[in-house]
């Protein structure tokens, strides 16, 4: 109990910030690795070497550059940034909603989408747009709205996360069930598309598509690390946050504007591709701690990753073919998420 | 920076919590804010730290408001499972302050804060993973990283064993008088508030009962008055009152029915 001070306490923290950082950089290597893999994986075999020197444009080779970057680059990288976007809503929706089980799902916003594709494949034939831009569109629409829908009758409640999770998941199943209606008065033939849709596949990116969701993951990413110390105080409660001055209000409205675009743009363009944003940030926090300055990047890193892995494996399960990437992502991802929780011995939640 | 209250009224979910409360607490000083259960201790406190919408007239110094930075407030929960390290939670106490990079002179103060409550030794804990009584500690340790120029605590020793409660009292004492804090502190243990405050506001349902030095707030007529219970109170040899509780009284009845010969003391 001595007034004077010791510098022991800051350096060893400034040792754990050290320690996170280069934590961030193996998972970022490994993300590079994966990414790499995920574009040397396909039906005409590529090495990595030869990836990596068509990706840097080393070398030239007709062929490899054709399937590279025409063919095989917008998916790998729509995996990573999709991956990345559903880590990091993950990431903030388990924190402002103070819930383990939240991620950018939770709140009704992929059903939004789900309904939104489902109205488009069922009614498309009336749109002056091609489905090709109607999909996402409507899909994106319709998560706004569910997530304005959230917002809305949340700040009825004072904006509570108890308030938002019960009008999240009222609209959740308000949304599945009109999706559900969809599917019965369906043909058979839209019937299959919209089970094909809400599976889940990156096989529908393009670069025109990855430049949007990468583009906002670039701009929301920034917004949320203005918040970092904000998000990190209210992980402490209501409370005691406002004590230490956060709006709590604002800072959650704000955050879950941020993760309704982006899991809006994440969905509308790939599907919904499960389980990514419930297990990055789980992987995250149990890494690095939920300090967001780290925690936030990391999430957003553990689920390019594991998406990376999943698609690599989506297209590895049966060979020639590409099995639907929401299905592997749960399949790959619990095992590896249970392991991780029995393995853990500190209290995580 | 003095605090000064007139007729300070706070309305929660269509109902009257205060009703016109009206104090002042000096610089250097402690301030205890005493009353029974629901009597408004923790609401006033939250309309101080600027968290809740009232009615009435707060002066901090010259000022109506005290900027944010310069309120420590310690809430009476302190429970949460963050991921963070102790160190990290005391250094949230420099909210304000801190950027992607964190100074040298927050890291500082978090330490220091560390050192003077005692808790250096818990720095590399999770939060999640100490006692009531350790949690209390910390946060009251977050309040001083602040280096705010009020601090207001509510029920800052409700976890804490004897011996703690005396080192944070003492504590809290120390700082107050040597940085010249304005501390307002809500106690259940009317001996300790009468040991370490230098004034009392006793609430009552919303209303300031009393409020003055210990010696001449706490006597028997307040405790039947405020609190219902039949108690002897004392003068010890420093002249500072020491309550002696007897019984709960019935309810309505300002005397007990009998008071038992020598009764629970």
Known sequence: ?349 | MKIAVEDLRVRLGGRDILHGVGFAAEPGTVTALVGPNGSGKTTLLRALSGMLPHRGRVRFGTRATAPREAIGYMAQDTAGRAVLTVFEVVLLGRLSRLGVKVSEGDLAAASRALDVVGVAHLAEAHIGELSGGQRQLVHFAQVLAREPKVILLDEPTSALDLRNQLHLLDLVRRETRARGLTTIVTLHDLNAAARFADRLVVLHDGRLARCGVPETVIDDDLLAEVWGVAARVTLDDQALPTVIPLGALAAGSSRPAAPAPGGLA
């Not at chain 1, 510098?7 to 690795?33: F, K």
């Not at chain 1, 090495?47 to 840097?56: C, G, H, T, Y």
């Open chain 1, 1 to 349: 109990m001595t007034g004077s001070a010791t510098p022991d306490h800051a350096s060893s923290w400034r040792r754990l910030a050290r320690r996170r950082r280069a934590a961030l950089g193996i998972v970022a290597a490994l993300t590079a690795v994966a990414f790499v893999v995920d574009v040397a994986t396909g039906p005409a075999f590529l090495s990595p070497m030869a990836v990596a020197r068509s990706i840097l444009r080393v070398t030239e080779d007709r062929t490899v550059d054709t399937i590279v970057w025409s063919i095989r680059l917008p998916i790998a990288a729509m995996a990573l940034v999709v991956g990345a976007a559903l880590g990091l809503t993950g990431a903030v929706m388990q924190t402002i909603l103070a819930n383990p089980l939240a991620s950018g799902y939770t709140l009704g916003v992929a059903s939004g989408a789900g309904f939104g594709a489902s109205l488009v494949i069922v009614f498309g034939a009336f749109l002056p747009l091609g489905e090709a831009e109607a999909i996402p569109l409507s899909a994106f629409l319709f998560a706004s709205l569910a997530s304005a829908l959230v917002w809305g009758i949340g700040r009825s409640r004072g904006s509570t996360p108890e308030g938002l999770v019960l009008a999240g998941v009222a609209l959740l199943f308000l949304f599945q069930a009109l999706t559900s209606l969809l599917q019965f008065v369906a043909t058979p033939e839209a019937l299959a598309a919209i089970v094909f849709w809400l599976f889940g596949s990156l096989t529908r990116a393009t670069w025109g598509r990855l430049a949007v969701v990468a583009g906002l993951v670039a701009v929301m990413l920034p917004i949320l690390a203005l918040d970092a110390w904000k998000l990190t105080a209210l992980k402490l409660g209501d409370e005691k946050a406002r004590a230490l001055g956060v709006d709590v209000t604002r800072l959650r409205m704000r955050s879950l504007a941020v993760v309704s675009v982006l899991t809006a743009a994440a969905v509308a363009f790939v599907g919904t591709i499960g389980f990514v944003g419930i297990v990055a940030p789980h992987v995250a926090r149990m890494t690095l701690g939920e300090d967001q300055r780290f925690f936030l990047p990391g999430a957003a890193l553990a689920g390019a990753l594991v998406l990376s892995l999943a698609s690599i494996a989506s297209k590895s399960v049966v060979p020639g073919a590409i099995f639907p990437i929401g299905i592997v992502t749960a399949l790959i991802g619990v095992p590896f998420f249970l392991v991780l929780v029995m393995r853990t011995r500190r209290a995580y939640w």
